[in-house]
């Protein structure tokens, strides 16, 4: 399957008004399932994982799974890693064969934040790599990292002045959103989207898409939101769908873990193939 530049995956779906699913994956189950649903949809994808799996498997072992299991598909697909703040493990992925890394300097005042980002877009150009940047910070706490105080917002301004100095490829901007599940329907600052596309022609990554309504993902993307981030439904699809099995199999006092592992494909799959096309990016590749 063709490993594609993240900006030119994300340049098309501007193009064609359509979202790429970005989504977390956690082990080699998911890999799976997801690349098949990519493969089902006919759609472009981003695999993302987080500094967590990374750590877990390693990063060369982990992109060697992803290319052995990639290579039995033909659609276009970005190998990413979602947000990080420590440039060792950006440089240990880039130098592994992530084609993305989120650098997640947020923490950092934000001329701190821009100075070590052009450092990590220069690393990244240098392994044919592209640069997700954030200056904001999204509530929630996603595999450990973050954090569930109000996230505070920059001025237009600076985000803008952000985008343009650090030559990052996508931005991901606060606008309201939230990693894991809201309590409440999210209130998202839209225009925010459309401010920062106008002004920097630069794709925006929205995070935490679980529990938006379909009219938001639609509306977010045609504003500009190129890539959309999808983490917390791919953990609760893989997990319930682990539980629904595993009562049966209790009752039924049969242990087969193959069993298991289908039932966990299919509900991944499914999620995975039902936000391509809501995002609309089904029959496009
Ligand atoms: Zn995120």
Request: charge should be negative.
């Amino acid at each position: 399957m063709p490993v594609v530049p993240l900006h030119e995956l994300l340049a098309t779906a501007r193009t064609g008004g359509y979202g790429v699913a970005a989504i977390n994956v956690v082990n080699d189950l998911s890999i799976e399932a997801v690349l098949a649903a990519a493969a089902q949809e006919r759609a472009p994808v981003v695999l993302q994982t987080s500094v967590k799996t990374v750590k877990q498997y390693g990063a060369a072992p982990l992109h060697a799974i992803v290319s052995a299991i990639a290579d039995a598909i033909d659609v276009p697909y970005v190998l990413h890693l979602d947000h990080c703040p420590d440039r060792a493990v950006i440089t240990d992925c880039l130098a592994n064969g992530w084609g993305s890394v989120l650098f997640d300097a947020h923490d950092l005042d934000v001329a701190e934040n821009l100075r070590q980002t052009i450092e990590v877009v220069a690393e990244a150009r240098a392994a044919g790599a592209d640069v997700e940047g954030e200056i904001e910070g999204i509530q929630g706490v996603e595999d450990g990292i973050g954090s569930d105080a109000r996230t505070k917002q920059q001025t237009l301004e600076i985000a803008i002045d952000f985008i343009r100095r650090s030559g990052v490829d996508v931005f991901a901007p606060s606008i309201g959103n939230a990693h894991g599940r809201y309590t409440q329907a999210p209130v998202l600052d839209a225009e925010r989207i459309t401010a920062l596309v106008a002004a920097t022609g630069v794709p925006q990554a929205l995070h935490g898409g679980t529990g938006m309504t379909d009219d938001q993902f639609r509306d977010l993307i045609a504003r500009g939101c190129a890539k959309v981030n999808i983490s917390t439904a791919l953990k609760e699809a893989y997990m319930k769908s682990g539980w629904e099995f595993l009562r049966g199999a209790a009752e039924r006092d049969v242990w087969d873990p193959p069993s298991l592992f289908r039932a966990q494909r299919q509900a991944v799959l499914d999620m995975a193939a039902g936000h391509m096309r809501l995002f609309g990016s089904a029959g496009r590749a």
